[in-house]
């Protein structure tokens, strides 16, 4: 499995994505579609996007009861989409029946990470909202071995956490990492952050990688910078 540069295509609109794309005239980047760029235009950015010979990774983050899960992860499956992700939090049940959903009937399925804790869950928020008493640190890893159980590729996870995640849940055990900045960028909103060569040095599989590419003045040299510093 390669190392790979996901560009997080956080635009809200068609027009504003494809212009974007226009740039990009020699490579092909894994590009990331959340849930403003879906919600706005529909599946049929994910298939036009396809068609024009991308990998997606669709990240709406999927949350309910098992049999739900399952069939909208057979949606997804259809559109082809190269990988997909849901919250841990749903329980192994349900991520098993999301394999299940995803898994095509010719054996072949996307990729599909889970999220554990949020980043934007503090440990105070966690225990007095949720009732989740444990350590932060301690859930995290918890949720990434469920994961692993219920048969998925990884999770998604601050830089910061891969190397912890992987000595717990093996080096096979697939961790994607957005909150990378160059060392000389912009933080912007990011907290907890790393640069794309330190994220390589701690073993994520995955950077994504929004705004200090698609905010560049030259986005396709931000995108090769990326590329060289994290796959080399
Ligand atoms: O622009 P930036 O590089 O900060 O974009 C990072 C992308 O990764 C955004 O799409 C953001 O929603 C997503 N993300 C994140 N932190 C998480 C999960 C997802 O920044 N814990």
């Known amino acids: 499995m390669g190392k790979d540069v996901i560009i997080a295509c956080d635009f809200n609109g068609k027009k504003e994505v494809f212009d974007f794309l226009d740039k990009f005239t020699e490579e092909k980047p894994y590009l990331k579609i959340g849930m403003e760029l879906f919600y706005a235009e529909g599946p049929e950015i994910v298939r036009e996007i396809k068609k024009r010979g991308h990998k997606i990774f669709l990240d709406l983050k999927l949350h309910d009861i098992p049999n739900t899960v399952m069939k909208a992860m057979k949606v997804l499956s259809n559109l082809d989409v190269d990988m997909c992700n849901l919250h841990a939090a749903g329980t192994?049940?349900?991520?098993?029946?999301?394999?299940?959903?995803?898994?095509?009937?010719?054996?072949?399925?996307?990729?599909?990470?889970?999220?554990?804790?949020?980043?934007?869950?503090?440990?105070?928020?966690?225990?007095?909202?949720?009732?989740?008493?444990?350590?932060?640190?301690?859930?995290?890893?918890?949720?990434?071995?469920?994961?692993?159980?219920?048969g998925l590729d990884g999770i998604v996870c601050s830089p910061l956490e891969a190397a912890f995640v992987k000595e717990n849940c093996g080096k096979e055990f697939i961790t994607v990492t957005p909150g990378v900045r160059f060392a000389d960028g912009e933080v912007g909103d990011q907290v907890r952050i790393t640069t794309p060569e330190k994220a390589k040095e701690i073993g994520s599989d995955y950077i994504v990688v929004g705004r200090p590419i698609t905010q560049a003045e030259d986005p396709v040299a931000a995108y090769r910078r990326c590329v060289a510093e994290f796959v080399g």
């Open 92 to 150: 192994i049940a349900m991520m098993e029946a999301a394999i299940k959903g995803l898994t095509r009937e010719d054996g072949t399925r996307p990729m599909l990470i889970a999220v554990t804790q949020l980043t934007s869950t503090s440990q105070e928020r966690m225990q007095e909202e949720l009732l989740i008493n444990e350590k932060i640190e301690d859930v995290v890893v918890k949720y990434a071995e469920n994961a692993k159980v219920a």
